[in-house]
């Protein structure tokens, strides 16, 4: 069977950084698992890897669709086994990188995504509640409907809540109820990036900053100026909406700034559900451990040898 490497954590962890390496290391490739490096023109807010890095290793699912284009977890799952196989055929290692908990597990559980067409009448309905109920009493809806995939959607994230309604109503059944497996024809080592909580919040702060100078007020002015909406899916990720708040007047850019860091802080909890510290399926380490790169290493070279077939 063939070998996956699969790299996640919370946001600031180095995940990118790890990857690099280990792709030199054991002639690997990139395939995203990230939500929003999916979408063109959204490169410093969602931290994308820089031309250089493009160059030394080859990357797969970065800018592949547009800010305005409805692109659905399944198409990302379908996209995502067809790079692995490719990876593979060339006889290297695939390195599934992200911290994306939905689009992590969809390939590495191969979930049977449930084929419910949009229906746009109903999320018009359902958005207008949001904006006069707020987004919290949707959620509160969902965790009516279906309470165990409520858990794992953050209640401000209205696209993901208000599928899961749409799902359930055109499925008529919840949509964790409606998530089969069938495991992909790959073996899979999962590793977990953490640290203490203050040092990954000192860490995602200093990056907020960084991207601001590198230049994030003027890459959220230009996709306005392109005629993308703010309403977009795409464009209601962390530091997106709080720039173009700050540009249309709503706050200054210190407020939006330190708004995107405290936002960040709370993604960086919810993450945690999705790649929980006891999932005995994830290695993890600690990022601040000198030894961590030199161990990772080993348990990379002792899996693609076979050693978790003969400890099975």
């Known amino acids: 069977m063939s070998r996956v490497v699969t790299i996640v954590g919370p946001t600031g962890t180095g995940k990118s950084r790890l990857a690099l390496h280990l792709a030199k290391t054991f002639n690997g490739e990139i395939v995203n698992t990230d939500s929003r490096q999916v979408y063109r023109h959204m490169d410093i807010g969602t931290a994308k890897p820089t031309s250089e890095e493009i160059a030394a290793v080859p990357h797969h699912l970065f800018d592949i669709a547009s800010p305005n284009e409805d692109f659905s977890l399944a198409q990302y799952q379908a996209m995502a086994y067809q790079a692995i196989e490719d990876i593979e055929r060339r006889g290297k290692l695939p390195l599934m990188v992200g911290g994306s908990g939905l689009y992590v597990w969809a390939v590495v559980e191969g979930w049977e995504i449930p084929r419910v067409a949009p229906d746009p009448e109903l999320r018009r309905r359902l958005e207008a509640k949001a904006a006069v109920a707020g987004k919290e009493a949707l959620h509160r809806e969902l965790v009516q409907i279906d309470p165990q995939a409520a858990e794992r959607i953050d209640p401000r994230n209205l696209r993901r809540v208000i599928r899961a309604i749409e799902v359930a109503a055109g499925a008529s059944a919840p949509l964790s109820r ?6 992909p024809p790959f073996q899979t080592l ?29 890459e959220v002015a230009k996709l306005l100026q392109m005629g993308y909406n703010l309403n977009l899916p795409a464009l209601s990720g962390i530091g997106y909406r709080q720039i173009a708040r700050y540009l249309n ?64």
């Open 249 to 312: 007047g709503g706050m200054t850019q210190a407020e939006a700034v330190q708004q995107i860091k405290t936002e960040t802080h709370r993604f960086i909890r919810h993450q945690y559900m999705w790649f929980r510290l006891k999932d005995n399926r994830i290695r993890w380490f600690d990022i601040q451990d000198s030894g961590m790169e030199a161990a990772i290493d080993s348990l990379v070279a002792g899996f693609l040898s076979g050693e978790k077939d003969k400890k099975a």
């Open 190 to 218: 999962i590793i977990g990036l953490t640290a203490e909580r203050q040092e990954l919040y000192r860490r995602v702060d200093a990056r907020v900053d960084e991207m601001v100078r590198q230049g994030l007020v003027g």
């Open 178 to 183: 409606l998530k089969g497996k069938r495991p």
